[in-house]
């Protein structure tokens, strides 16, 4: 597992996010990185074995539920990181906007805006599925359409969570960037109870 430094300044944005949840949803983030790229070997490696020269399977009904497992274990492996997605592109466009533009590679804005679009698509599934399960509790579809259903939306879902396993290192390696910068200069703000008076009465709370 990837253990992710937390020494050092890391530029963090005004809303509230606190260190230690930033920290614990770029180990999620790590973690999912790792898992993805098991999973996705695993497939290769089925995929090799079960297909001929041209890239046909040998037996179609068998390939399909192994691509099945790939998808529904990508989908859960992701679940940790779709809750604090948000927060860290968040962070991580505020971190590109304050490091110095000498540690920038010109790669990782591209990559932020394709997350951020995978993100926005994989939660319109998210709550697509969450409709149809709701429906679905009245009308009691058989076992099968559920499954069914349930392995559609992993695999519209699968090239999306792939372009996280395939991008989301960039927000570990803005991370790693923003370790290394000089610590913000604080922002002097004014004492409320030394500003001076407009003649407006004190609003008792």
């Known amino acids: 597992m990837i253990t992710i430094p937390t020494e050092g300044t890391t530029l963090?944005?005004?809303?509230p996010y606190r260190?230690?949840?930033?920290?614990?949803?770029?180990q999620a983030?790590?973690?999912?990185?790792?898992q993805s790229e098991m999973i996705l070997a695993s497939w290769d490696s089925y995929s090799d074995k079960h297909t001929d020269t041209d890239g046909w399977p040998?037996?179609?009904?068998?390939?399909?539920?192994?691509?099945v497992q790939r998808d529904a274990q990508t989908w859960r492996a992701f679940e940790p990181v779709r809750r604090a997605a948000p927060a860290l592109l968040a962070t991580a466009r505020f971190q590109l906007q304050h490091i110095a533009a000498g540690d920038v590679e010109s790669r990782w804005p591209w990559q932020l805006s394709e997350?951020?679009?995978?993100?926005?698509?994989?939660?319109?599934?998210?709550?697509e599925w969450a409709e149809a399960r709701e429906a679905r509790r009245t009308s009691r579809p058989a076992h099968e359409q559920f499954v069914d259903s349930l392995a559609e939306r992993n695999a519209e879902a699968w090239s999306d969570l792939d372009t996280w396993a395939t991008h989301g290192h960039a927000i570990l390696d803005l991370h790693f960037v923003a370790l290394?910068?000089?610590?913000?200069?604080?922002v002097a703000v004014a004492d409320?109870?030394?500003?001076?008076?407009?003649?407006?009465?004190a609003v008792k709370r």
């Open 12 to 15: 963090t944005p005004s809303f």
């Open 19 to 26: 260190a230690d949840q930033h920290a614990a949803a770029l």
């Open 29 to 34: 983030l790590a973690t999912f990185l790792v």
């Open 58 to 67: 040998y037996d179609e009904e068998s390939y399909g539920w192994r691509k």
């Open 115 to 127: 997350l951020a679009k995978a993100l926005d698509r994989l939660e319109s599934l998210r709550s």
């Open 180 to 186: 290394k910068a000089p610590a913000p200069a604080p």
């Open 192 to 201: 409320p109870t030394l500003l001076p008076t407009t003649g407006q009465p």
